[in-house]
């Protein structure tokens, strides 16, 4: 236990020294400027409301999988909270995406940091064991939701800084794998958790390429697909809990 704990103690500390180091970061207004703004059945930016509809159906099917799987509640609850944390990120998402701004964004990204948190707290409990993941839900899911309002917090208060934001995302994905890499899992399929990772890195670098997707015929966007990506790497989460079996 003691180096588990370790594996999840390292990271934090050299993501708080980067941070520490680093000059403050406020959202760039520019990221709200999405490259396909087309209006469809009179919704603005159609196919970036319209694709929050994937987290939705992911999210109904994990929840799902979730109830149906057999294993205790210390390891079900973090589940169910990824899962109904993806529901209030299709609702929040969407809900900015009609008009993208600042306050908006808060509800969008609320959500997606305590899928994190859920995530993390879920791969602890298979690894690390039960009572440690549940032992560790509510701070993780307090830590994230509270970058989160630091950040909006700083940019009403005319010093924004949106690092911590990325920063507990970072954290979140250096543990699950260094705890993929030095702690089995107790359930068969944790490797699913690799293709998760990769998806979702995907999923970040068509939203950086948001721009110059959509200039490729002005389909779909960069950040359309970034939704699609996403959804996809949660799907893999579902797949996961429908197929492992415990070892």
Request: glycine share 6%; proline share 5%.
């Given at each position: 236990m003691s180096?588990?704990?370790?594996?999840?103690?390292?990271?934090?500390?050299?993501?708080?020294?980067?941070?520490?180091?680093?000059?403050?970061?406020?959202?760039?207004?520019?990221?709200?400027?999405?490259?396909?703004?087309?209006?469809?059945?009179?919704?603005?930016?159609?196919?970036d409301v319209a694709s929050n509809l994937a987290f939705l159906a992911v999210a109904v099917a994990g929840?799902?999988?979730?109830?149906?799987?057999?294993?205790?509640?210390?390891?079900?609850?973090?589940?169910?909270?990824?899962?109904l944390a993806l529901t209030a990120t299709a609702f929040g998402s969407a809900w900015y995406h009609l008009?993208?701004?600042?306050?908006?964004?808060?509800?969008?990204?609320?959500?997606?940091?305590m899928c994190f948190a859920a995530l993390l707290s879920a791969v602890i409990a298979e690894r690390l064991g039960p009572r440690?993941?549940?032992l560790s839900l509510a701070p993780l899911a307090a830590t994230g939701a509270g970058t989160v309002w630091y950040w909006l917090r700083s940019e009403g208060l005319g010093a924004g800084n949106v690092l911590p934001y990325f920063a507990f995302q970072l954290y979140a994905l250096l543990a699950i794998l260094l705890?993929?890499?030095?702690?089995?899992?107790?359930?068969?399929?944790?490797?699913?958790?690799?293709r998760v990772a990769m998806l979702y890195g995907a999923a970040l670098a068509a939203e950086l390429l948001d721009r110059y997707i959509f200039?490729?015929?002005?389909?779909?966007?960069?950040?359309?697909?970034?939704?699609?990506?996403?959804?996809?790497a949660a799907y893999q989460l579902v797949r996961m809990l429908r197929l492992r079996r415990r070892l």
């Amino acid at each position: 236990m003691s180096r588990g704990w370790a594996v999840l103690l390292l990271p934090a500390c050299a993501v708080a020294l980067a941070l520490a180091l680093l000059p403050p970061l406020p959202q760039p207004q520019d990221y709200h400027r999405f490259a396909d703004a087309r209006t469809w059945l009179g919704v603005p930016h159609f196919l970036d409301v319209a694709s929050n509809l994937a987290f939705l159906a992911v999210a109904v099917a994990g929840l799902f999988a979730v109830l149906r799987n057999v294993f205790g509640r210390a390891e079900r609850l973090p589940y169910a909270l990824f899962f109904l944390a993806l529901t209030a990120t299709a609702f929040g998402s969407a809900w900015y995406h009609l008009a993208p701004d600042d306050a908006r964004l808060f509800w969008d990204r609320l959500p997606i940091a305590m899928c994190f948190a859920a995530l993390l707290s879920a791969v602890i409990a298979e690894r690390l064991g039960p009572r440690a993941g549940l032992l560790s839900l509510a701070p993780l899911a307090a830590t994230g939701a509270g970058t989160v309002w630091y950040w909006l917090r700083s940019e009403g208060l005319g010093a924004g800084n949106v690092l911590p934001y990325f920063a507990f995302q970072l954290y979140a994905l250096l543990a699950i794998l260094l705890l993929m890499h030095f702690h089995s899992s107790r359930y068969s399929r944790g490797a699913d958790l690799y293709r998760v990772a990769m998806l979702y890195g995907a999923a970040l670098a068509a939203e950086l390429l948001d721009r110059y997707i959509f200039a490729l015929g002005e389909v779909v966007s960069g950040h359309t697909l970034k939704h699609l990506l996403v959804a996809l790497a949660a799907y893999q989460l579902v797949r996961m809990l429908r197929l492992r079996r415990r070892l």
